[in-house]
Structure formats: C-alpha cells, structure tokens
C-alpha cells in the first residue's frame, strides 16, 4: 500500500502526455514556450541556480479566448545545499469545462522548526532535513457557470535525515518527526472568474478543499484537512490594480507537524520564513496594490495579517501577526502576464527578500 501512491503518479504522468499529445497541430501558432536558466532568491533557499522551461498553448478545440493550458518544469540547487525538481500543471479542455491541475516533483531539503503555537520562545530555532516525493492533483468539471467540482490526491512520502540531537523533534514525542507517508483524497470546489491565471487584475477565485488523510491510501497519519482560499481582483484603472486574499487551514486529528497550517513563505505573509508559526488551525488576509509602470516594468506594495492557533476558537487579535512590503515585476511574457518576482517583506522587524517567478496570489 505504501507504493500506492508511485503507482498513481506513473498513471498521472501517462495521462498528461496522452492528453498533451492530443491533436499535435493544434499547438500551432497559439503557444508559448521558453527554456530560461533559473536563479531565484528565498529565505527558505537562499541563492538557488538551475534551469526552468514553460509551456502554454491552447488546444485546437478551444477559442482563442478560452484559457491556456500550461506546465512548468524546474529543477535547482541551492546554496543550503537543497535539490529542488518539479513540474506544476494546469490543463484546460472542453470549452474550460474540464481542468486537471497539480505538482509533481522530489525534493532534499532542509527548514528551520520553530514549535508549535503562536508563542514560542525567540530562540527556539532547530535545523532538520527532508527528503520527499510529491504527488498533487486536482481533477475538476464545471458543473454551472465558473464552478466547478471534483476531487484532489495529495501524498507526501517524507523522509526525515537529519535533526539536531538535542532538539525539539528529536527529544520530544512530535508527531511526524520520524517521517512517513502522508496521504489522501477529498473534495474539491472552485469559482473562478478571473480575467488571467497567471496575474489577475479582475474577478473573483475561490477555493474550497475537504480531505482525508488515512490509511485507506496508505498514510501513516489519520486527520481531516479543511482548506478555503478565496481571492478578489479590482482594476482601479487602466494601470492600476489591487489583489485581496483570504486564507485558512484548519486541521482535525493528527497531522504531522511539516504538515500543520502555517504563516510564511514566498506566497502568504511574505517576511516571515516559511513556517515561522505553524498550528492546526490558521487565518491569513492580504493586500496587494499592483501598478504598471512602463513596457514590461511593474511595481506592488502589499501588507498582510494572520494568526495561528489549536482550534478556531482559541484565535485571539493578540496573536495576530503583521508584514508588509514592497516589489518590482517584469514580464517575462506580456500577453500571458507571467512575471520575474522581486519582493521584499518585514516580518517581525527583519527583512526577507524573494526573487522568483510568478504572482504570491
């Protein structure tokens, strides 16, 4: 059973390139694809250097209006001495009836753990490495006007390699500090009017997700994940523009701790690392005001708040935490609005720098 999920990632693989392949001719004249070294900047990472390529096309069958398929493969090292290899995908077909979305990729990595719980003592701050193979899939049909419905598989199959003998996870009972496969399915929802996939300036996007992660699939873990992202799009005027998001986790049973709901990241509350708070339950919101300056030159000013804690119930103002900051876009591929990314976030008075590619929301 523990193979399940190697099985259904061969089967995902031979299920996209069917689909990729599907009426060759109709990639013509409505693609866009570019091979570009990669070196991107985190604070989870630090420098990281490789090599991406992105792909986006329409199928014969969709309108030139209809919205692209696209699939990114990546791959990088970096100075933390991390492996990162992966491909995120978006397809699109039947007149956007039918879309199927995910990630698949390995990585060696290594975070900081900081404990559980908005309260943690400042120096709590452990090294760990992390092994894991990645499996996300999200299959989906519209069943009314811009709402769609369907399921998602989600496995994790990580591999714990290296703790600090005297820390947390190695001394306490934490659950998932020894590893293991992390799996499961649910139920999916989505309204999406967006005007754009990859930078939106209209529209609404919301995303509504219900899993079960448990034995039946092989997990070593037994919890249900309950997750809601919605998003809302205003252009002011014709170069100006502002993103809000909204964002919780809420975890019931027991996950494992890489698992828990979190702040941080290149994503939500930018200036934070990457789990800097983690918990069962949390609520994040953001603001994004975007302007395009010049030709493909772009700038952002954002701010974001949010908590974590064990249950909703237990979520206090007190606890909320606070970012803000400020970036430059430039658009790799105008027409498709994909951007190079450079932000840069304060969280708890100190700075945290991102340089990648794409929007945090």
């Not at 990630?103 to 452990?126: A, C, M, Q, S, T």
């Not at 998602?152 to 496969?181: H, M, V, W």
């Not at 030159?297 to 249950?311: I, K, N, T």
Request: proline letters at 3%; charged letters at 20%; aromatic letters at 18%.
């Amino acid at each position: 059973m523990k193979k399940f999920w190697f099985f259904l990632m061969a089967v995902l693989l031979v299920c996209l390139s069917a689909k990729a392949q599907e009426k060759p001719d109709s990639l013509k004249k409505r693609t866009t694809f570019f091979p570009l070294p990669l070196i991107y900047y985190t604070p989870e990472t630090r420098w990281a250097f490789g090599g991406a390529a992105f792909l986006s096309w329409r199928f014969k069958s969709e309108s030139d209006n209809s919205r692209p398929s696209q699939i990114q493969l990546g791959g990088a090292y970096t100075l933390n001495d991390q492996i990162l290899t992966y491909s995120s995908y978006q397809l699109w077909w039947g007149e956007e009836k039918y879309t199927i979305f995910g990630e698949l990729g390995w990585y060696r990595y290594n975070y900081y753990y900081f404990g559980i719980g908005n309260k943690n003592p400042v120096d709590l701050e452990e090294l760990y490495g992390v092994n894991y193979p990645r499996v996300r899939a999200t299959f989906l049909r519209e069943i009314f006007p811009n709402i769609y419905a369907g399921v998602r598989f989600t496995a994790d199959d990580f591999k714990i390699t290296e703790l600090n003998p005297e820390g947390a996870l190695e001394t306490q009972n934490i659950n998932g500090s020894n590893g293991g496969l992390n799996s499961g399915a649910g139920m999916a929802f989505t309204y999406d009017t967006r005007d754009n996939y990859f930078e939106s300036h209209k529209g609404w996007y919301a995303e509504v997700h219900i899993g079960e992660l448990g034995a039946y699939l092989g997990s070593d873990f037994d919890y249900t994940h309950f997750q809601l992202d919605v998003r809302r799009f205003f252009t002011i005027s014709e170069n100006n523009f502002l993103g809000l998001n909204f964002y919780s986790e809420a975890i019931y049973g027991e996950a494992p701790f890489i698992s828990l709901a979190l702040l941080g990241g290149n994503k939500r509350m930018r200036g934070f690392y990457e789990g800097r708070y983690r918990d069962n339950n949390s609520a994040i919101f953001q603001a994004e005001y975007r302007r395009d300056i010049v030709g493909r030159l772009g700038a952002v000013v954002f701010g974001g708040v949010g908590a974590v804690a064990d249950g909703y119930k237990n979520m206090e103002l007190t606890n909320l935490r606070g970012t803000y900051g400020a970036g430059l876009r430039m658009a790799l591929n105008k027409e498709d609005r994909i951007n190079i990314r450079f932000d840069v976030g304060i969280g708890n008075g100190e700075a945290a720098y991102y340089l990648t590619i794409g929007e945090a929301f």
